[in-house]
T-cell receptor, first 113, second 115 residues
Framework: QKEVEQNSGPLSVPEGAIASLNCTYS??????FFWYRQYSGKSPELIMSIYSNGDKEDGRFTAQLNKASQYVSLLIRDSQPSDSATYLCAVARSTGGGNKLTFGTGTQLKVEL | GAVVSQHPSWVICKSGTSVKIECRSLDFQATTMFWYRQFPKQSLMLMAT?????????EQGVEKDKFLINHASLTLSTLTVTSAHPEDSSFYICSANPGPYNEQFFGPGTRLTVL
């Protein structure tokens, strides 16, 4: 079992729709959860971090965490073609700084006109 | 805030030569920096964790004598690929953690091509 699992996609959504990206993790001791966006040929960019169960909203992005189910998701509202990218889920065992992240393999999102 | 730079952004070298890549945190101090490698269409692979003032911690399977890491200051870490070969051609990306939490901010990456 992979430590962090994501559906590789591609996930295709029409412009203006809600894109839902999912991630499961195997280490029940994980405490920190992140979503990164990576455009083709570029490095990852942090878009959301979440540490507590529930929802966290930032603009068009909402991260959802359920530690009991070991599940974290990212919702993108009003999807735009510029959201087309690979989204990486990452987890860490603690909340303190300096700890390495374990990344999933990413979900490719395509937002179609 | 939390800006990380890398230099060079791309490099082409001959087989057998060594290449140094610099990673700098521009607006914060980073006790810990991380080095990743990414092959086309694949996910990030953590190579090593770079700690200021101490030896780097390498991931299993990464040759520490081939990938030399030096974290000499709180804003600079370097990765030297020694005796590079075509199979070392890849996208090398560093990240840094400004604290106090685990967010990592990535540099723009260095694309290495070994001929």
């Amino acid at each position: 079992q992979k430590e962090v699992e994501q559906n590789s996609g591609p996930l295709s959504v029409p412009e203006g729709a809600i894109a839902s990206l999912n991630c499961t993790y195997s280490d029940r001791g994980s405490q920190s959860f992140f979503w990164y966006r990576q455009y083709s040929g570029k490095s990852p960019e942090l878009i959301m971090s979440i540490y507590s169960n529930g929802d966290k909203e930032d603009g068009r992005f909402t991260a959802q965490l359920n530690k009991a189910s070991q599940y974290v998701s990212l919702l993108i509202r009003d999807s735009q073609p510029s959201d087309s990218a690979t989204y990486l889920c990452a987890v860490a065992r603690s909340t303190g700084g300096g700890n390495k992240l374990t990344f999933g393999t990413g979900t490719q999102l395509k937002v179609e006109l | 805030g939390a800006v990380v730079s890398q230099h060079p952004s791309w490099v082409i070298c001959k087989s057998g030569t060594s290449v140094k890549i610099e990673c700098r945190s521009l607006d914060f101090q980073a006790t810990t920096m991380f080095w990743y490698r990414q092959f086309p269409k694949q996910s990030l692979m953590l190579m090593a964790t770079s700690n200021e003032g101490s030896k780097a911690t390498y991931e299993q399977g990464v040759e520490k004598d081939k990938f030399l890491i030096n974290h000499a200051s709180l804003t600079l870490s370097t990765l030297t690929v020694t005796s590079a070969h075509p199979e070392d051609s890849s996208f090398y990306i560093c990240s840094a953690n400004p604290g106090p939490y685990n967010e990592q901010f990535f540099g723009p990456g260095t694309r290495l091509t070994v001929l």
